[in-house]
């Protein structure tokens, strides 16, 4: 079965790149562009990855990964930002990406080898 991945992010040509780059290799994704389409899209539950963007417009990355964790408590969670001081800690990559270096950081991420 397909690993399921939510995907947050207030710009719709991101949303769109992730979305299309991931479900191209197999996967299925659920997207949020707000806080509010969030809540709706929970009900899809649990994932097993979230990409988010660090600065979302109407919420924080505390209050996105802690809004999933509440139906998806061992999520992984892989942040993207444009901003150098988007915080490298734990899974992050840098936009703009290059779309194989999305895929091969979000396979790594999901079998537990990065």
Request: proline fraction near 4%.
């Amino acid at each position: 079965m397909a690993e399921k991945i939510l995907v947050v992010d207030d710009e719709p040509l991101i949303l769109t790149a992730v979305e299309r780059a991931l479900a191209k290799v197999g996967y299925f994704i659920t997207r949020a562009q707000t806080m509010e389409e969030l809540g709706e899209v929970l009900k899809d539950g649990p994932f097993d990855l979230l990409i988010t963007d660090v600065y979302m417009q109407g919420g924080s990355l505390d209050e996105v990964i802690e809004k999933v964790r509440r139906t998806s408590p061992s999520i992984k969670v892989l942040k993207m930002s444009g901003a150098i001081s988007g915080g490298k800690a734990g899974h992050f990559i840098e936009k703009p990406f290059n779309i194989e270096a999305l895929r091969e950081k979000v396979k790594d991420i999901l079998n537990g080898s990065f």
